[in-house]
Nanobody, 129 residues
């Protein structure tokens, strides 16, 4: 049974930092690309960042580029999202997802929710102004 468990969310002031973690179980972690999405109240779940199975390729939404960093430790079956210079508009529930690696058109594919077959339960990030 595949499980993804996020942690690390919380309340932070604007300009602050947080690091989210997502630990996977039930499948060979390095065979899967991983992504972070977020969903604010009343809005659709949107792409934040993604990383290839090996960790060698990363992709970001324009809104977080230069502020957020995605990374993974395949020995620990964990993907991270380091968030710096947080803004109130970053407030959302953050979800990690797992997608089978296909090595094709990653930049487009990994920004789409439908390619992810498992999701975590989400972790709340609140940025106060």
């Amino acid at each position: 049974q595949v499980q993804l468990v996020e942690s690390g969310g919380g309340l932070v002031q604007a300009g602050g930092s947080l690091r989210l973690s997502c630990t996977a179980s039930g499948r060979t972690f390095s065979n899967y690309d991983m992504g972070w999405f977020r969903q604010a109240p009343g809005k659709e779940r949107e792409f934040v960042a993604a990383i290839s199975g090996s960790g060698g390729r990363t992709y970001y939404a324009n809104s977080v580029k230069g502020r957020f960093t995605i990374s993974r430790d395949n020995a620990k079956d964990t993907v991270y999202l380091r968030m710096n210079s947080l803004k109130p508009e970053d407030t959302a529930v953050y979800y990690c997802g797992s997608a089978p690696s296909t090595y094709s058109d990653e930049s487009y594919r990994l920004s789409r929710r439908y390619v992810y077959d498992y999701w975590g339960q989400g972790t709340q990030v609140t940025v106060s102004s």
